[in-house]
Protein backbone atom coordinates (compact mmCIF):
# COMPACT_ATOMS: atom_id res chain seq x y z
CA UNK A 1 0.00 0.00 0.00
CA UNK A 2 1.48 3.63 -0.47
CA UNK A 3 -0.15 6.46 1.03
CA UNK A 4 -1.17 8.93 -0.68
CA UNK A 5 0.56 13.31 -0.66
CA UNK A 6 -2.34 14.04 1.92
CA UNK A 7 -2.35 11.31 3.66
CA UNK A 8 1.15 11.59 4.22
CA UNK A 9 1.36 14.90 5.18
CA UNK A 10 -1.03 14.27 8.10
CA UNK A 11 1.17 11.04 8.84
CA UNK A 12 3.96 13.73 9.56
CA UNK A 13 2.36 15.61 11.66
CA UNK A 14 0.76 12.62 13.76
CA UNK A 15 4.58 11.62 14.14
CA UNK A 16 5.99 15.11 15.16
CA UNK A 17 2.92 15.32 17.41
CA UNK A 18 4.37 11.74 19.03
CA UNK A 19 7.82 12.79 18.91
CA UNK A 20 6.87 16.33 20.53
CA UNK A 21 5.23 15.09 23.40
CA UNK A 22 8.56 15.44 25.12
CA UNK A 23 8.19 19.04 25.00
CA UNK A 24 5.07 19.01 26.13
CA UNK A 25 6.08 17.62 29.08
CA UNK A 26 9.12 19.87 28.86
CA UNK A 27 6.13 22.83 28.97
CA UNK A 28 4.76 21.44 31.87
CA UNK A 29 8.01 21.57 33.63
CA UNK A 30 8.24 24.91 32.67
CA UNK A 31 5.11 25.61 34.21
CA UNK A 32 5.83 24.61 37.69
CA UNK A 33 8.99 25.93 37.55
CA UNK A 34 7.81 29.58 36.93
CA UNK A 35 4.83 28.56 39.97
CA UNK A 36 8.11 28.60 42.21
CA UNK A 37 9.57 31.42 39.92
CA UNK A 38 7.10 33.81 41.85
CA UNK A 39 8.36 32.81 45.14
CA UNK A 40 12.52 32.66 44.09
CA UNK A 41 12.35 34.32 40.43
CA UNK A 42 15.87 35.31 40.47
CA UNK A 43 17.14 31.30 41.68
CA UNK A 44 15.63 30.00 38.39
CA UNK A 45 15.66 32.14 35.88
CA UNK A 46 18.27 34.80 34.91
CA UNK A 47 18.41 38.70 33.26
CA UNK A 48 21.11 37.37 30.78
CA UNK A 49 19.94 36.63 27.45
CA UNK A 50 20.53 32.77 26.48
CA UNK A 51 22.31 32.44 22.72
CA UNK A 52 20.36 31.12 19.84
CA UNK A 53 20.26 27.64 18.92
CA UNK A 54 23.33 26.81 16.83
CA UNK A 55 21.44 25.92 13.66
CA UNK A 56 20.21 28.32 11.57
CA UNK A 57 15.81 28.22 9.84
CA UNK A 58 18.08 27.13 6.45
CA UNK A 59 19.75 24.55 8.24
CA UNK A 60 16.52 23.17 10.19
CA UNK A 61 14.21 23.34 6.82
CA UNK A 62 16.76 21.46 4.82
CA UNK A 63 16.88 18.94 7.40
CA UNK A 64 12.96 18.48 7.50
CA UNK A 65 12.59 18.00 4.18
CA UNK A 66 15.27 15.41 4.14
CA UNK A 67 13.04 13.37 6.41
CA UNK A 68 9.84 13.32 4.18
CA UNK A 69 11.17 10.29 2.15
CA UNK A 70 12.22 8.36 5.20
CA UNK A 71 8.95 9.36 6.73
CA UNK A 72 6.88 7.95 3.89
CA UNK A 73 8.66 4.75 4.08
CA UNK A 74 8.03 4.27 7.46
CA UNK A 75 4.27 4.85 7.21
CA UNK A 76 4.33 2.03 3.91
CA UNK A 77 5.56 -0.16 6.29
CA UNK A 78 3.42 0.47 8.84
CA UNK A 79 0.90 0.17 6.56
CA UNK A 80 1.87 -2.97 4.70
CA UNK A 81 2.55 -4.46 8.55
CA UNK A 82 -1.40 -3.61 9.83
CA UNK A 83 -2.70 -5.41 5.98
CA UNK A 84 -0.76 -8.47 6.69
CA UNK A 85 -2.08 -8.97 9.41
CA UNK A 86 0.32 -10.65 11.35
CA UNK A 87 -0.37 -10.70 14.98
CA UNK A 88 2.00 -9.22 17.80
CA UNK A 89 5.49 -10.15 17.52
CA UNK A 90 5.20 -12.01 14.28
CA UNK A 91 6.61 -8.89 12.51
CA UNK A 92 9.11 -6.09 14.01
CA UNK A 93 7.41 -3.16 14.40
CA UNK A 94 8.39 0.07 11.80
CA UNK A 95 10.58 2.31 13.24
CA UNK A 96 12.57 5.12 12.31
CA UNK A 97 15.81 6.65 13.61
CA UNK A 98 16.15 10.44 14.40
CA UNK A 99 18.71 12.22 15.43
CA UNK A 100 19.39 15.66 17.81
CA UNK A 101 19.35 17.32 13.93
CA UNK A 102 16.09 15.53 13.20
CA UNK A 103 14.43 16.37 16.24
CA UNK A 104 15.56 20.29 16.05
CA UNK A 105 13.49 20.17 12.60
CA UNK A 106 10.46 18.88 13.66
CA UNK A 107 10.21 21.11 16.59
CA UNK A 108 11.50 24.19 14.61
CA UNK A 109 8.54 23.43 12.61
CA UNK A 110 6.04 22.25 14.50
CA UNK A 111 6.51 24.70 17.53
CA UNK A 112 4.88 27.95 16.82
CA UNK A 113 2.80 28.62 19.70
CA UNK A 114 5.84 29.93 22.06
CA UNK A 115 6.87 33.37 22.34
CA UNK A 116 8.44 35.44 20.36
CA UNK A 117 12.68 34.53 20.61
CA UNK A 118 11.71 31.36 22.34
CA UNK A 119 13.94 28.33 21.36
CA UNK A 120 13.85 24.85 22.22
CA UNK A 121 16.62 22.09 20.70
CA UNK A 122 17.70 18.54 21.47
CA UNK A 123 20.82 16.93 22.38
CA UNK A 124 21.16 13.09 22.91
CA UNK A 125 24.16 11.91 25.36
CA UNK A 126 24.44 8.05 25.81
CA UNK A 127 21.12 7.22 27.29
CA UNK A 128 19.04 10.77 27.74
CA UNK A 129 17.58 12.61 25.15
CA UNK A 130 18.02 16.21 26.38
CA UNK A 131 15.77 18.93 26.10
CA UNK A 132 16.55 22.47 26.33
CA UNK A 133 14.59 25.63 26.70
CA UNK A 134 14.68 29.11 26.77
CA UNK A 135 11.74 31.50 27.17
CA UNK A 136 11.31 35.80 27.93
CA UNK A 137 9.41 36.18 30.46
CA UNK A 138 8.06 39.49 28.88
CA UNK A 139 4.75 40.34 31.06
CA UNK A 140 5.77 37.57 33.93
CA UNK A 141 4.92 39.51 37.34
CA UNK A 142 8.09 40.75 38.97
CA UNK A 143 9.94 38.54 36.36
CA UNK A 144 9.25 40.62 33.17
CA UNK A 145 12.76 41.41 31.33
CA UNK A 146 14.21 37.73 32.68
CA UNK A 147 14.59 35.05 30.82
CA UNK A 148 13.72 30.64 32.00
CA UNK A 149 16.50 28.93 30.57
CA UNK A 150 16.07 25.21 31.70
CA UNK A 151 17.42 22.16 30.61
CA UNK A 152 15.44 18.67 30.74
CA UNK A 153 16.89 15.11 30.51
CA UNK A 154 14.67 11.96 29.43
CA UNK A 155 15.42 8.30 29.52
CA UNK A 156 13.27 5.32 28.53
CA UNK A 157 10.74 4.51 31.22
CA UNK A 158 10.48 1.96 33.91
CA UNK A 159 7.72 -1.00 33.36
CA UNK A 160 4.33 0.53 33.93
CA UNK A 161 4.86 4.06 33.41
CA UNK A 162 2.85 5.55 31.18
CA UNK A 163 4.78 7.86 28.65
CA UNK A 164 6.88 7.08 26.33
CA UNK A 165 10.14 9.50 27.97
CA UNK A 166 10.58 9.42 31.61
CA UNK A 167 11.89 12.58 33.14
CA UNK A 168 15.22 12.09 34.53
CA UNK A 169 16.53 15.45 36.03
CA UNK A 170 15.95 19.55 35.20
CA UNK A 171 17.76 22.47 35.90
CA UNK A 172 16.40 26.00 36.06
CA UNK A 173 19.21 28.63 35.24
CA UNK A 174 21.73 26.25 36.14
CA UNK A 175 19.67 25.66 39.75
CA UNK A 176 18.63 22.25 40.14
CA UNK A 177 14.42 22.05 40.36
CA UNK A 178 12.86 21.04 43.67
CA UNK A 179 12.50 16.85 44.11
CA UNK A 180 9.12 17.67 44.84
CA UNK A 181 8.37 18.51 41.90
CA UNK A 182 10.39 16.47 39.85
CA UNK A 183 8.92 13.66 41.30
CA UNK A 184 5.10 14.21 40.64
CA UNK A 185 6.30 13.72 37.10
CA UNK A 186 7.36 10.78 37.86
CA UNK A 187 4.86 9.29 39.65
CA UNK A 188 2.93 6.90 37.63
CA UNK A 189 -0.44 7.76 38.28
CA UNK A 190 0.24 11.57 38.37
CA UNK A 191 1.23 10.70 34.70
CA UNK A 192 -1.85 9.33 33.41
CA UNK A 193 -3.55 12.05 35.26
CA UNK A 194 -1.71 14.56 32.56
CA UNK A 195 -2.21 12.69 29.47
CA UNK A 196 -6.46 12.34 30.66
CA UNK A 197 -6.73 16.22 31.12
CA UNK A 198 -4.25 16.99 28.20
CA UNK A 199 -6.28 14.71 25.73
CA UNK A 200 -2.87 12.90 24.61
CA UNK A 201 -4.27 9.34 24.65
CA UNK A 202 -4.31 8.60 20.66
CA UNK A 203 -1.42 10.56 20.45
CA UNK A 204 0.87 8.40 22.08
CA UNK A 205 -1.00 5.14 21.25
CA UNK A 206 0.56 6.10 17.81
CA UNK A 207 3.78 5.40 19.19
CA UNK A 208 5.18 1.97 20.68
CA UNK A 209 8.03 3.03 22.22
CA UNK A 210 10.93 5.29 22.41
CA UNK A 211 14.02 3.80 22.44
CA UNK A 212 17.50 5.99 23.24
CA UNK A 213 20.55 4.77 21.42
CA UNK A 214 23.86 6.71 21.34
CA UNK A 215 23.45 10.07 18.98
CA UNK A 216 19.62 8.81 18.31
CA UNK A 217 16.42 7.87 19.63
CA UNK A 218 14.81 4.89 18.10
CA UNK A 219 11.07 5.42 17.47
CA UNK A 220 8.50 2.36 17.48
CA UNK A 221 4.95 2.46 15.67
CA UNK A 222 1.96 0.56 16.58
CA UNK A 223 0.11 -0.86 13.45
CA UNK A 224 -3.21 -0.81 14.20
CA UNK A 225 -3.45 2.76 13.52
CA UNK A 226 -2.32 3.23 10.15
CA UNK A 227 -6.27 3.10 8.41
CA UNK A 228 -7.13 5.05 11.31
CA UNK A 229 -7.71 8.52 9.31
Given amino acids: MTLNRSRRAGCLTQL ?19 FYAYRQGIKYTTDVPPPPPTFTEEEATA ?4 LKPRIDQ ?21 SIRLTAADLNALAFKNLKDLPANSHVSFAISADRLILNTSIPLKGVPLLNGRYFVGTIE ?38 RKFLQSNGLGDDLDFVRSIKIESGAIVVELNTQVADSE
Fill in 74 to 94: LFDEQAQVAESGDGPGETPPP
Fill in 63 to 66: QYDS
Fill in 154 to 191: LTEPPAGYPLPLYLQSATAAGEPLPGALISRFQDPAEA
Fill in 16 to 34: AVALLIVVVVGALIIGGTL
